[in-house]
């Protein structure tokens, strides 16, 4: 839960080390594994929330009329 003027600088990304990456690339080829990628950007975009979430602009962005952005 975020709390207004507390939380607005958290950030998550979900991404993956690239020493883990390199880790199940080695152990994928060792086992003559299948590897598949899948980009599920989408999946936060049309995710329904039960909470208000508030971001800042990115840096270099002007905003015409707040500081703060409410999804």
């Keep these: ?6 939380d607005f600088n958290e950030t998550f990304v979900p991404i993956m080390k690239f020493s883990s990456l390199r880790m199940i690339l080695t152990i994928a080829a060792k ?3 299948e ?8 999946a936060y ?3 329904i929330l ?3 979430i508030y971001l800042e602009p990115p840096t270099g962005f ?5 500081k703060v952005w409410w999804l």
């Design 45 to 47: 975009l049309n995710g």
């Design 35 to 42: 590897v598949h990628q899948m980009d599920v950007k989408a």
């Design 62 to 66: 002007k905003p015409l009329d707040s």
């Design 1 to 6: 839960m975020q709390v207004e003027g507390v």
């Design 50 to 52: 039960n909470e208000e």
């Design 31 to 33: 086992h003559d594994f």
